[in-house]
């Protein structure tokens, strides 16, 4: 059977499914804020937020085994290796198992030992119920950690529109019990109650599924490694590293704008780099698929397919980048009034610019970046991130007594596009002219 236009059928289904569940999710956010605010007292309102984006953040706590998982799964399964699916999938369980554990502990000792209605600025709610809710957070993102592992494996066996479904059906059972809860009984504790319950089915339901449905990555004890462990710890490490770098280099702008021109800049700044924000994310959702089957088909040998998809990957996002930036930047000031209000601060020309070329370095790295980690360059990004997190912040620093709101943002496009984009594509292009490598090479690439 031709694995060529298979392929791209797995990408474009498992695009469209993740670019629709997120859809879905941005809306209920959108639209269950507003009834949950109106439920609650302002303060109580502004623990739930608090609260709700913490349980967020901690996704990251898995330390990149997650994403180790899907890689080297989509190997075992380009080499038609079951075994080694199987302890990949076992020894992640594991691993996981016993980070949330670990986990649960941290929570129980510290939920219960700090002031957290001191920490949190939550003084009107009961320091025992704020203690509560936030044992409750730690505890379901300790559960989460090992569920998450179904969801990477569905990705990696180019079934990836199951874990977007799945994704789906938790989003809306929470909305659903949201709703429900404002109508018979709002309050603080059964809104957060509801909001973790339902946040366990998007990675529940693949679990589930995976260990009734996929023969070949059911998981048991017997089938776990020492190699693997160390495989996955070490690439995990790595993709964890980035994924920290990432969050620092693109979340503190806001951060140097309040602390250098005043805190109400954040939101002239903040309002529409979100709106700017989704056209890379949605490339990533098209994009992140094929991590999956760069891996599968290196372990095939199928370099030319690889090297095509590359080509045609950084091509079209690049221009869809560029064809969002020109529609976007001339609407902008029209949304940010129509979101915020006829008071909200139209951004100046120059970050509008910003924003452009923002979306457009973005488009293109994101790409040139979900390559690199299918090839199992790692190593690589690591010394232009660690690079570019540095010279970011310092940069944006220097340029917001220059150029005002606008200087962080040209800062992150300037570094990104010098130390980040243009390296990696000279790194992509040494390894497309390289021969054909074996899956165990690439492991050792990315170890």
């Given at each position: 059977?031709?694995?060529?236009?298979?392929r791209w059928r797995r990408i474009l289904a498992v695009g469209a499914t993740t670019v629709g569940a997120r859809g879905i999710s941005l809306l209920v956010t959108l639209l269950?804020?507003?009834?949950?605010?109106?439920?609650?007292?302002?303060e109580e309102f502004g623990l739930w937020l608090n609260l709700t984006s913490a349980f967020g953040m901690l996704s990251v706590l898995d330390f990149g085994v997650g994403l180790a998982v899907m890689g080297q799964v989509s190997e075992a399964r380009g080499s038609e290796d079951v075994a080694s699916t199987r302890r990949v999938v076992t020894t992640a369980l594991v691993l996981l198992t016993g980070a949330a554990v670990l986990l649960l502990a941290l929570c129980g000792l510290l939920a219960f030992t700090l002031d957290w209605s001191d920490l949190l600025g939550a003084d009107r709610v009961p320091a025992a119920v704020v203690g509560q809710l936030v044992f409750a957070v730690g505890a379901t993102a300790a559960l989460s950690l090992p569920l998450a592992v179904a969801g990477r494996v569905y990705y990696a066996l180019g079934r990836g529109h199951v874990t977007a479904l799945s994704t789906s059906a938790g989003v809306l059972a929470q909305a659903a019990g949201l709703l429900a809860v404002a109508a018979l009984a709002p309050g603080l504790r059964s809104f957060t109650a509801v909001y973790l319950a339902t946040s366990l089915l998007g990675g529940l339901v693949p679990t589930l599924l995976l260990a009734r449905r996929v023969r070949g990555a059911r998981p048991r004890l017997r089938h776990v490694d020492r190699d693997t462990c160390g495989r996955l710890g070490r690439e995990g490490a790595q993709l964890f590293f980035l994924t920290l770098m990432g969050i620092v280099s693109f979340k503190s702008d806001s951060f140097v704008i309040g602390h250098y021109l005043g805190a109400d800049q954040i939101a002239a700044y903040?309002?529409?780099f979100t709106v700017y924000a989704t056209v890379p994310t949605v490339a990533g959702a098209f994009l992140t698929p094929l991590?999956?089957?760069?891996r599968e088909a290196w372990a095939r040998g199928d370099q030319a397919w690889v090297r095509g998809a590359y080509l045609r990957s950084v091509g079209l996002s690049t221009a869809a980048g560029a064809v969002a930036a020109?529609?976007?930047?001339?609407?902008?000031?029209?949304?940010?009034?129509?979101?915020g209000g006829d008071d909200a601060a139209v951004p100046p020309p120059g970050l509008l610019a910003a924003l452009g070329g923002y979306v457009v370095i973005m488009c293109a790295t994101t790409a040139v970046a979900v390559f690199l980690n299918g090839a199992g360059e790692l190593r690589p990004q690591l010394v232009v991130g660690s690079v570019m997190t540095v010279a970011n912040v310092l940069a944006s620093v220097w340029s917001v007594h220059r150029l005002g709101l606008a200087g962080p943002l040209w800062s992150t496009v300037v570094t990104q596009t010098l130390i980040v984009l243009v390296p990696s594509m000279l790194v992509a292009h040494r390894r497309l002219a390289r021969p054909r490598l074996a899956a165990r090479d690439v492991l050792r690439t990315a170890g």
């Open positions: 059977m031709n694995q060529i236009p298979c269950a804020l507003p009834i949950v605010g109106r439920c609650l007292e302002k903040v309002l529409p991590w999956a089957s760069y020109s529609v976007l930047v001339p609407v902008t000031p029209w949304l940010v009034r129509l979101w």
